[in-house]
């Protein structure tokens, strides 16, 4: 009995697959492994859309920016779709996750085939399947994939590895979409992903990053007994591992016995990415991010205290609707008290079925006034903090050519401060040595140490 697969084993040779991945390292890592699930099938990558068999835009919803985006490229292939039925249109991520956004694509833009979630992603083959059995629009976003499953991704190199421990978020932030589109928090077991990073170490992988939207909670409501700590610590034993990172951490469950693990353990990464999102604790309550200024404060002086080289990085929203320009003063004094490292900063977007959305928003120019002050005040602390490591010798993990100059190579340093040297391609993927000699707000640079 012929089946499905066998019907159309030849039907993906030659044939050129597409990603383009909005948002966050989760979107990238869930690119990945839809990348390796589309060449299993027997499709080759292009980084050229209009040569692709197979278009997929992995898309994010977080800011109403990257749904717009989103909408204007998928409409920009109705000519190319219309000159070339054969071709797959699809869309997932977190927008297809939320009714809003899917009937969006669903009611406007005929062009796309094949509409897939963020938990149904190791059903892809057959969902390509039922396309190509029916002709037919297929939409399905349910919840297939077992999170404790050993599944395969085509990594973006062969030396850095991103690994889920948990998926969704409990903590529901007034503004935040997150919750609807990645559900409730599930953590993956500590064997299982004992097991896939003990895999990457033995294949060569010298750095993981740890991923989750709040890593903090790993282990709450499981049935299992590992907290978050303990099971970093484990992974941190792992033979032969050089680096190890995680994401994203929430100030309220930020621990004590999280700062010694991280301090105890060389290959622990001295960098720590902890959301500000506000200075001022009356907004912080109206956002529902559980912590006030001061919670948030005592938290970041003790990383630095315990952990003086420590590098700290944060997110920050403008222009929140119950923001008024004392709780925004409040925001630029917690930046000056703490002193970042580095910064993503936005402003505020309303987002559909959020409680913040209900609110009424605060004039754009407001915003952007505030916004521009922000930078204003954060950029100089960046360069303060990175003028410290002129002088020093760093270890640099280099991983690509620069954008601007092939002569010179990027990496980054434990802190996961950026650095440029001119060095040769072959180094890429390795340790090297770097003497630190200029700086800029977001950059170090230097000769390469032989
Ligand atoms: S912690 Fe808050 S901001 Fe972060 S994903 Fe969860 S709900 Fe969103």
């Known amino acids: 009995m012929q089946t499905i697969k066998d019907k159309y084993k030849d039907y993906f040779k030659g044939k050129k697959y597409n990603i383009t991945t909005f948002g ?58 219309k000159e070339n039925p054969d071709k797959i249109i699809s869309v997932s991520g977190c927008m297809m996750q939320t009714s809003t956004a899917r009937e969006v694509i669903v009611n406007n833009h005929d062009e796309v085939d094949l509409i897939f979630g963020t938990k149904n992603i190791n059903s892809l083959p057959d969902l390509i399947y039922k396309y ?10 349910s919840s297939d994939d077992v999170k404790d499953d050993f599944v395969k991704y085509n990594n973006k190199n062969d030396f850095q590895a991103y ?16 919750p609807q589109s990645r559900g409730r ?6 064997s299982a992903i004992l097991a896939e990073c003990e895999n990457l170490v033995k294949d060569g ?39 190890l990172r995680f994401t994203t951490s929430h100030p309220k469950d930020l621990s004590d016995e999280l700062i010694e693990v991280m301090k105890n353990n060389d290959n622990i990464c001295k960098f720590f990415h902890l959301p500000l999102q506000s200075g001022s604790s009356k907004v912080l309550k109206d956002m529902n991010r559980k912590y006030d200024q001061e919670k948030y404060i005592e938290r970041a002086k ?16 403008v222009g929140y609707p119950t923001e008024t320009e004392e709780d925004f003063q409040e925001t630029l004094k917690v930046c000056r008290e703490v002193g970042f490292d580095q910064a993503y900063t936005f402003k505020y977007s309303p987002r559909p079925k959020t409680r913040a959305a209900k609110l009424e928003p605060i004039d754009e120019t407001i915003v952007q006034d505030r916004f521009d002050r922000l930078l204003d005040t954060i950029y100089p602390i960046f360069n303060e903090k990175n003028k410290e490591y002129i002088g020093k010798t760093v270890e640099v993990l280099l991983e690509s050519v ?21 060095a040769d391609k072959s180094l890429i993927g390795q340790f090297v040595k770097v003497k630190i000699t200029d700086n800029t707000s977001f950059t170090i640079s230097g000769d390469l140490v032989e």
Do not use: W
Request: hydrophobic share 35%.
């Open 24 to 81: 966050c390292q989760m979107n990238e890592h869930d690119s990945e492994r839809i990348s390796y699930i589309l060449e299993d099938l027997g499709y080759e990558k292009t980084d050229d859309r209009d040569q692709a068999d197979f278009i997929l835009f992995n898309t994010c919803l977080v800011r109403e920016n990257a749904e717009l985006k989103l909408y204007g490229q998928v409409s920009s292939l109705k000519r190319l779709k």
């Open 132 to 141: 190509l059995e029916s002709g037919e629009r297929v939409v399905d976003i």
């Open 163 to 178: 690994v889920n421990i948990m998926r969704g978020c409990d903590n529901f932030c007034s503004y935040c979409i997150v």
């Open 185 to 190: 928090e599930e953590s993956r077991r500590p």
């Open 205 to 243: 992988f010298k750095e993981i990053t740890l991923l989750g939207q709040n890593v903090n909670s790993y282990g709450n409501k499981a049935d299992f007994n590992m907290t978050f700590p303990q099971l970093l610590e484990k992974i941190s034993q792992i033979p032969g591992l050089k680096r």
């Open 302 to 317: 003790k990383l630095k205290r315990e952990i003086p080289e420590l590098a700290l990085s944060t997110d920050i929203i």
């Open 402 to 422: 620069s954008k601007n100059n092939p002569q010179v190579l990027t990496g980054r340093t434990d802190s996961f401060k950026l650095v440029h040297v001119k």
